[in-house]
Protein backbone atom coordinates (compact mmCIF):
# COMPACT_ATOMS: atom_id res chain seq x y z
CA UNK A 1 0.00 0.00 0.00
CA UNK A 2 1.47 3.21 -1.23
CA UNK A 3 2.20 5.92 1.90
CA UNK A 4 1.40 9.17 2.12
CA UNK A 5 2.09 11.85 -0.46
CA UNK A 6 4.85 14.46 1.36
CA UNK A 7 5.90 17.79 0.14
CA UNK A 8 8.75 20.18 1.19
CA UNK A 9 8.76 23.84 0.47
CA UNK A 10 11.77 25.73 0.87
CA UNK A 11 13.23 29.11 -1.02
CA UNK A 12 15.98 30.72 -2.85
CA UNK A 13 17.08 34.32 -3.32
CA UNK A 14 14.65 35.76 -0.46
CA UNK A 15 17.81 38.68 0.58
CA UNK A 16 19.98 39.29 -2.92
CA UNK A 17 19.22 42.88 -4.75
CA UNK A 18 19.43 41.16 -7.69
CA UNK A 19 17.57 38.47 -9.31
CA UNK A 20 14.45 36.83 -8.51
CA UNK A 21 13.10 34.79 -5.40
CA UNK A 22 12.55 31.29 -5.97
CA UNK A 23 10.14 29.20 -4.50
CA UNK A 24 9.64 25.18 -4.51
CA UNK A 25 7.51 22.56 -3.76
CA UNK A 26 8.39 19.26 -4.42
CA UNK A 27 5.89 15.95 -3.52
CA UNK A 28 7.35 12.50 -3.03
CA UNK A 29 5.82 9.03 -1.41
CA UNK A 30 6.49 8.39 2.10
CA UNK A 31 8.30 5.48 1.26
CA UNK A 32 10.93 7.43 -1.31
CA UNK A 33 12.42 10.13 1.60
CA UNK A 34 14.79 7.47 2.58
CA UNK A 35 15.49 7.40 -0.90
CA UNK A 36 15.93 11.18 -0.69
CA UNK A 37 18.52 10.49 2.47
CA UNK A 38 20.50 7.69 0.63
CA UNK A 39 20.85 9.54 -2.53
CA UNK A 40 22.92 12.66 -0.15
CA UNK A 41 19.85 15.21 -0.56
CA UNK A 42 20.30 18.52 2.13
CA UNK A 43 19.82 21.22 2.82
CA UNK A 44 21.07 23.12 -0.66
CA UNK A 45 23.47 25.28 1.17
CA UNK A 46 25.41 22.32 2.66
CA UNK A 47 26.42 21.35 -0.85
CA UNK A 48 28.92 22.51 -3.77
CA UNK A 49 27.01 24.14 -6.73
CA UNK A 50 28.14 20.76 -8.88
CA UNK A 51 26.31 18.56 -6.63
CA UNK A 52 23.19 20.12 -6.28
CA UNK A 53 23.06 20.28 -10.21
CA UNK A 54 23.57 16.83 -10.05
CA UNK A 55 21.39 15.96 -7.54
CA UNK A 56 18.40 18.20 -9.53
CA UNK A 57 17.53 14.94 -12.50
CA UNK A 58 17.20 12.72 -9.73
CA UNK A 59 14.81 14.57 -7.31
CA UNK A 60 12.95 15.49 -10.10
CA UNK A 61 12.72 11.74 -11.37
CA UNK A 62 11.55 10.50 -8.13
CA UNK A 63 9.11 13.54 -7.12
CA UNK A 64 5.52 12.74 -7.97
CA UNK A 65 4.99 16.13 -8.50
CA UNK A 66 7.27 19.22 -7.81
CA UNK A 67 6.99 23.20 -8.67
CA UNK A 68 8.90 26.32 -8.99
CA UNK A 69 7.52 29.89 -8.45
CA UNK A 70 9.71 32.75 -9.35
CA UNK A 71 9.21 36.32 -7.46
CA UNK A 72 10.56 38.38 -9.95
CA UNK A 73 12.14 41.91 -8.59
CA UNK A 74 9.45 44.06 -9.58
CA UNK A 75 6.92 41.74 -8.26
CA UNK A 76 8.39 42.02 -5.00
CA UNK A 77 9.52 45.87 -5.03
CA UNK A 78 5.38 46.55 -5.92
CA UNK A 79 4.20 44.19 -2.30
CA UNK A 80 6.66 46.11 -0.29
CA UNK A 81 5.26 48.87 -1.46
CA UNK A 82 1.52 48.25 -0.67
CA UNK A 83 3.10 47.40 2.73
CA UNK A 84 3.11 43.61 2.02
CA UNK A 85 5.83 42.44 3.70
CA UNK A 86 8.45 39.50 2.69
CA UNK A 87 6.90 36.89 5.11
CA UNK A 88 3.47 37.35 3.74
CA UNK A 89 4.64 37.37 0.13
CA UNK A 90 6.32 34.17 0.97
CA UNK A 91 3.41 32.55 2.71
CA UNK A 92 1.02 33.78 -0.74
CA UNK A 93 3.67 31.98 -2.83
CA UNK A 94 3.83 28.88 -0.52
CA UNK A 95 0.10 28.60 -0.55
CA UNK A 96 -0.17 28.97 -4.55
CA UNK A 97 2.43 26.04 -4.64
CA UNK A 98 0.45 23.43 -1.91
CA UNK A 99 -2.84 24.75 -3.54
CA UNK A 100 -1.41 22.82 -6.81
CA UNK A 101 0.30 20.13 -5.64
CA UNK A 102 -2.33 19.29 -2.93
CA UNK A 103 -0.05 16.82 -0.54
CA UNK A 104 -1.68 15.10 2.68
CA UNK A 105 1.78 16.52 4.24
CA UNK A 106 3.56 19.16 3.96
CA UNK A 107 6.59 20.70 5.91
CA UNK A 108 7.77 24.05 5.49
CA UNK A 109 10.84 26.11 6.30
CA UNK A 110 9.70 28.94 8.03
CA UNK A 111 11.94 32.58 7.26
CA UNK A 112 9.66 33.97 10.47
CA UNK A 113 11.50 33.46 13.61
CA UNK A 114 8.27 32.50 14.90
CA UNK A 115 7.63 29.62 12.93
CA UNK A 116 3.43 30.02 14.24
CA UNK A 117 3.12 33.33 12.78
CA UNK A 118 4.37 32.18 9.58
CA UNK A 119 1.77 29.30 9.82
CA UNK A 120 -0.98 31.27 10.23
CA UNK A 121 -0.33 33.21 7.82
CA UNK A 122 0.22 30.48 5.40
CA UNK A 123 -2.98 29.15 6.73
CA UNK A 124 -5.41 31.75 5.57
CA UNK A 125 -4.60 31.52 1.45
CA UNK A 126 -4.57 27.59 1.62
CA UNK A 127 -7.50 25.93 0.13
CA UNK A 128 -6.29 22.71 0.95
CA UNK A 129 -5.65 20.98 4.21
CA UNK A 130 -2.73 19.12 4.33
CA UNK A 131 -1.02 17.87 7.79
CA UNK A 132 1.19 21.19 7.83
CA UNK A 133 4.72 21.09 10.05
CA UNK A 134 6.20 24.62 9.52
CA UNK A 135 9.72 25.37 11.31
CA UNK A 136 12.64 27.26 11.36
CA UNK A 137 15.73 25.12 9.38
CA UNK A 138 13.09 22.85 8.25
CA UNK A 139 15.63 22.35 5.13
CA UNK A 140 18.80 21.06 7.32
CA UNK A 141 16.03 18.76 9.25
CA UNK A 142 13.92 16.69 6.48
CA UNK A 143 15.07 15.36 3.52
CA UNK A 144 12.25 16.33 1.73
CA UNK A 145 12.47 20.25 2.46
CA UNK A 146 16.53 19.93 1.29
CA UNK A 147 15.01 18.65 -2.39
CA UNK A 148 12.75 21.72 -2.76
CA UNK A 149 15.81 24.05 -1.40
CA UNK A 150 17.86 22.46 -3.86
CA UNK A 151 15.46 23.24 -7.10
CA UNK A 152 14.95 26.36 -5.74
CA UNK A 153 18.74 27.14 -5.66
CA UNK A 154 19.42 25.91 -9.00
CA UNK A 155 17.25 28.01 -10.40
CA UNK A 156 18.14 30.79 -9.03
CA UNK A 157 21.51 30.38 -10.06
CA UNK A 158 20.56 29.84 -13.52
CA UNK A 159 18.89 33.26 -13.75
CA UNK A 160 21.54 34.51 -12.36
CA UNK A 161 24.07 33.15 -14.50
CA UNK A 162 21.90 34.44 -17.81
CA UNK A 163 22.06 37.62 -16.49
CA UNK A 164 25.43 37.10 -15.99
CA UNK A 165 25.92 35.97 -19.58
CA UNK A 166 23.94 38.98 -20.76
CA UNK A 167 25.19 41.96 -18.91
CA UNK A 168 29.05 40.81 -17.47
CA UNK A 169 30.18 40.22 -14.18
CA UNK A 170 27.58 41.54 -11.49
CA UNK A 171 29.24 39.33 -8.47
CA UNK A 172 26.51 37.27 -6.07
CA UNK A 173 23.91 39.45 -6.29
CA UNK A 174 23.96 39.89 -2.66
CA UNK A 175 24.00 43.82 -1.43
CA UNK A 176 27.56 42.65 0.39
CA UNK A 177 29.30 41.77 -2.32
CA UNK A 178 31.45 44.05 -3.99
CA UNK A 179 31.32 43.01 -7.37
CA UNK A 180 27.76 43.49 -6.86
CA UNK A 181 27.90 47.38 -5.58
CA UNK A 182 30.30 47.87 -8.08
CA UNK A 183 28.37 46.72 -10.97
CA UNK A 184 24.95 48.77 -9.73
CA UNK A 185 26.92 51.69 -9.38
CA UNK A 186 28.33 51.40 -13.05
CA UNK A 187 24.67 50.65 -14.18
CA UNK A 188 23.70 53.85 -12.40
CA UNK A 189 26.07 55.77 -13.69
CA UNK A 190 25.65 55.09 -17.30
CA UNK A 191 21.64 54.21 -17.86
CA UNK A 192 20.44 57.01 -14.86
CA UNK A 193 18.86 54.48 -13.41
CA UNK A 194 18.94 50.74 -11.78
CA UNK A 195 18.55 47.76 -13.45
CA UNK A 196 14.81 46.09 -14.38
CA UNK A 197 16.60 42.85 -12.42
CA UNK A 198 17.40 44.75 -9.29
CA UNK A 199 14.89 45.38 -6.19
CA UNK A 200 14.67 48.77 -5.99
CA UNK A 201 13.43 48.75 -2.58
CA UNK A 202 16.28 47.76 -1.13
CA UNK A 203 18.12 49.94 0.69
CA UNK A 204 21.96 49.55 -1.51
CA UNK A 205 19.86 50.45 -4.71
CA UNK A 206 17.87 53.12 -2.93
CA UNK A 207 21.15 54.62 -1.87
CA UNK A 208 22.90 54.47 -5.09
CA UNK A 209 20.07 56.37 -6.88
CA UNK A 210 19.97 58.94 -4.40
CA UNK A 211 23.59 59.73 -4.71
CA UNK A 212 23.49 59.59 -8.26
CA UNK A 213 20.24 61.80 -8.44
CA UNK A 214 22.44 64.30 -5.64
CA UNK A 215 25.34 64.68 -7.79
CA UNK A 216 23.11 66.42 -10.62
CA UNK A 217 23.12 62.57 -12.36
CA UNK A 218 25.17 62.70 -15.71
Not at 22 to 37: H, P
Not at 112 to 138: G, I, M, Q, T
Not at 146 to 162: H, N
Given at each position: MAGREVAGLDEAGRGPVLGPMVLC?????EEDLEFLRESGV???KLLTPSRRERLVPLIEARALR???L??????????LGRGVNLNELEARGFARLLNEL?????????????PELFRR???RYLEVKPELVVEN?????YRVVGAASILAKVRRDERLREL???YGELGSGYSHDPLTVRFLREWVEEHGDLPPFARRSWETCRRLLEGYKRGGGR
Amino acid sequence: MAGREVAGLDEAGRGPVLGPMVLCGVVVREEDLEFLRESGVRDSKLLTPSRRERLVPLIEARALRFRLLELQPREIDEALGRGVNLNELEARGFARLLNELRPQVAYVDSPDPNPELFRRRLLRYLEVKPELVVENSADRKYRVVGAASILAKVRRDERLRELRERYGELGSGYSHDPLTVRFLREWVEEHGDLPPFARRSWETCRRLLEGYKRGGGR
